[in-house]
């Protein structure tokens, strides 16, 4: 079957870093996205990772090991407002979107 | 750009009536919108996918006469739950792609259902 192993949750303190881990096992891979969700509201697009290696994009940045099938979400900076769940999905060979269980990141002061 | 609006942003419902939840690409022309379901503290649950012109294609477990998909044309997608029960309560969320299979999808603001 497939399958997106990510954290519960996690704590970190404002200023700090964070690393959010995101483990996969699925038929064929088309890519990686992060997605970033605060409570009550819809996702919103993060990043995408088709290659390995890292891609950074602000105070985010997201890393891809196709033959690890790992990815992680490292956020730099952090703010309060980066706490949210963090929700890892890949697209396999039927370009169909495998959703993980998703990271609740809390930040504290 | 790449804009999905969704309406209502919530709603409140009676047992055994039905509503309905629409779902528009403002700014570009989707010929499949994908319909989530979300519980409290989970994850995203595709419900069915949404095609222009065509019958929608459900997930296996969703009942396709309860859930009601209709996507007349390239910018809209209407979801209308048939007899609600207060077990549908839940928040459903549609999304776009605006491009390849690779796009990002793109979602409205989702509708919080609540059935009393």
């Known amino acids: 079957g497939q399958n997106i192993d990510q954290p519960t949750e996690m704590t970190a303190t404002e200023g700090a870093i964070v690393q959010i881990n995101c483990t996969y096992q699925t038929s064929g891979f088309n890519g990686l996205f992060w997605y970033q969700q605060h409570a009550g509201e819809a996702p919103t697009f993060l990043s995408y990772?088709?290659l390995d290696g890292l891609e950074e994009k602000g105070r985010f940045s997201s890393f891809l090991s196709r033959s690890k099938g790992y990815s992680y979400l490292l956020l730099k900076e952090l703010q309060m407002k980066d706490s949210a769940s963090y929700l890892c999905a890949v697209l396999d060979s039927n370009y169909q979107l495998i959703w993980g269980a998703g990271t609740k990141l809390i930040i504290k002061p | 750009g790449a804009v999905v609006s969704q309406h209502p942003s919530w709603v409140i419902c009676k047992s055994g009536t039905s509503v309905k939840i629409e779902c528009r690409s403002l700014d570009f022309q989707a010929t499949t919108m994908f319909w989530y379901r979300q519980f409290p503290k989970q994850s995203l649950m595709l419900m069915a996918t949404s095609n222009e012109g065509s019958k929608a294609t459900y997930e296996q477990g969703v009942e396709k006469d309860k859930f009601l998909i209709n996507h007349a044309s390239l910018t809209l997608s209407t979801l209308t739950v048939t007899s609600a029960h207060p077990e549908d309560s839940s928040f459903y969320i549609c999304?776009?792609?605006?491009?390849?299979?690779?796009?990002?999808?793109?979602f409205g603001n989702g509708t919080r259902l609540t059935v009393t």
């Open positions: 999304s776009a792609r605006d491009g390849t299979d690779t796009s990002p999808l793109h």
């Open positions: 990772n088709v």
